[in-house]
């Protein structure tokens, strides 16, 4: 399930600024930004970096990448289960999330989910499918995840639009079943996702 949540600000915001924070608080994480319009990186800015006219943005810091693709070498992440990180650095603290983390059999059984399913997806395009990381901790800045990472070999005639159809949205987002739970998902929250997780 998303929460979605609107928040008005006085000014318009300096979307570099933003990316940049974003950056600092967990700079371990996938970065992107985005907005429809002329200038760098897809953006209108103004000489301050702030926004050059209204319209939609999408900024974000994720954990996990659907996958990353050279040449015919593909790989994907599977990231499930949370636990905050030690409180002020605490590693004492820390090891013992971890462990609880690891340890957990809900988390256990959500995370070989997603990265079994993952596995499953990505036969279709590809071929030689290995999971090359079956499950550790991923320390991000205040959060921990369990992570896997499978890896493949696209198969030729196969593009990066049969890998997007294969692999989006995931269990970690969506559910699963795929189909039933986007339904139910389409009942139950009462806006439309847009550009997150589709």
Request: net charge neutral; with cysteine.
């Amino acid at each position: 399930m998303c929460v979605c949540f609107t928040h008005t600000v006085p000014s318009r915001p300096s979307l570099s600024l933003v990316h940049q924070s974003l950056q600092e608080r967990d700079p371990r994480a996938y970065q992107l930004y985005f907005a429809p319009g002329g200038g760098p990186a897809g953006l209108e800015t103004g000489a301050d970096g702030a926004a050059a006219g209204p319209g939609p943005a999408f900024l974000s810091c994720t954990p996990e990448r659907l996958y990353a693709r050279t040449g015919r070498f593909v790989a994907s992440e599977a990231v499930a289960g949370t636990r905050p990180r030690g409180r002020g650095g605490d590693v004492e603290q820390d090891f013992w999330l971890s462990l609880d983390l690891l340890r957990s059999a809900k988390d256990h059984a959500e995370f070989c989910t997603v990265r079994d399913w993952i596995a499953s997806q990505l036969a279709g395009p590809c071929e030689d499918v290995r999971v090359e990381v079956r499950k550790s901790v991923l320390k991000q800045g205040s959060v921990q995840h369990l992570f896997g990472r499978v890896a493949a070999e696209l198969r030729r005639g196969r593009n990066d639009a049969h890998l997007l159809a294969a692999l989006h949205p995931t269990p970690a987002v969506c559910g699963r079943p795929r189909q039933a739970a986007l339904g139910y998902l389409d009942e139950l929250e009462s806006f439309d996702r847009g550009w997150y997780a589709g």
